[in-house]
């Protein structure tokens, strides 16, 4: 499938790709004239807001997205952890982890700035998927003042990189998870300006 992947981009005079991950790989596979065009999140509705409405113990270990077994989900859902576990989303795992996870706070899907509210009444996002080849959720934490635990894979890896004030990446998720709420969320959602809808827009002209 490359070499017809190869042929079809061979004219381009740029193939824009979202992750240094993925740049590298095809890199090694023969592609050129590659540039980089990450993915975006809307600064303005992800930000951090009022919390006090979550009446969780904390810290609020959050996490968004697909209740599926492809997100690994159960590996957070596992952990020891103190204060409280939120989860946002819906799937088909939903139902039963309601009743394998009774002390797990389940909200299902949450849509516009109810979704926003959410993530900004967390104290920790926590990334447990192994396969997602970006993740925008981390972005939206990020930006909402959420330090982020995850595995050290790419994905979270792209994002957080060398940057451990924002997020914790580590093969021992709770760990992770553990180190987080010492970080400063200014300093996450400074970081996650460098994504705005408008970096991210600039980043595609220039290329």
Same mark, same amino acid.
């Given at each position: !499938?490359?070499?017809?992947?190869?042929?079809?981009?061979?004219?381009?005079?740029?193939?824009?790709?979202?992750? #240094?991950? @993925?740049?590298?790989?095809?890199?090694?596979?023969?592609?050129?004239? *590659?540039?980089?065009?990450?993915?975006?999140?809307?600064?303005?509705?992800?930000? !951090? #807001?009022?919390?006090?409405?979550?009446?969780?113990?904390?810290?609020?270990?959050?996490?968004?997205?697909?209740?599926?077994?492809?997100?690994?989900?159960?590996?957070?859902?596992?952990?020891?952890?103190?204060?409280?576990?939120?989860?946002?989303?819906?799937?088909?795992?939903?139902?039963? @982890?309601?009743?394998?996870?009774?002390?797990?706070?389940?909200?299902?899907?949450?849509?516009?700035?109810?979704?926003?509210?959410?993530?900004?009444?967390?104290?920790?996002?926590?990334? !447990?998927?192994?396969?997602?080849?970006?993740?925008?959720?981390?972005?939206?934490? *990020?930006?909402?003042?959420?330090?982020?635990?995850?595995?050290?894979?790419?994905?979270?890896?792209?994002?957080?990189?060398?940057?451990?004030?924002?997020?914790?990446?580590?093969?021992? *998720?709770?760990?992770?998870? *553990?180190?987080?709420?010492?970080?400063? !969320?200014?300093?996450?959602?400074?970081?996650? @300006?460098?994504?705005?809808?408008?970096?991210?827009?600039?980043?595609?002209?220039?290329?």
């Amino acid at each position: !499938p490359y070499a017809g992947l190869k042929w079809f981009h061979g004219p381009a005079s740029a193939v824009m790709v979202a992750t #240094r991950s @993925l740049e590298s790989e095809l890199k090694a596979r023969g592609f050129s004239n *590659l540039r980089l065009w990450s993915r975006g999140v809307d600064t303005e509705r992800f930000r !951090p #807001r009022d919390r006090s409405w979550l009446d969780l113990p904390r810290p609020v270990f959050l996490y968004v997205g697909r209740v599926a077994v492809e997100k690994s989900i159960e590996d957070f859902l596992r952990l020891d952890l103190p204060g409280s576990k939120l989860v946002v989303g819906d799937g088909p795992l939903l139902e039963d @982890l309601k009743i394998l996870y009774p002390d797990v706070t389940f909200v299902g899907p949450k849509f516009g700035d109810d979704l926003a509210r959410h993530y900004a009444a967390g104290d920790v996002f926590v990334f !447990p998927s192994r396969t997602d080849t970006f993740g925008l959720v981390v972005l939206e934490a *990020l930006a909402s003042g959420l330090p982020v635990a995850a595995y050290p894979v790419q994905g979270p890896r792209d994002i957080i990189g060398d940057s451990p004030n924002v997020g914790t990446l580590d093969e021992d *998720l709770r760990a992770a998870a *553990l180190r987080c709420p010492t970080l400063d !969320p200014k300093a996450c959602r400074d970081f996650a @300006l460098g994504y705005s809808w408008e970096a991210c827009t600039r980043q595609f002209v220039d290329n």
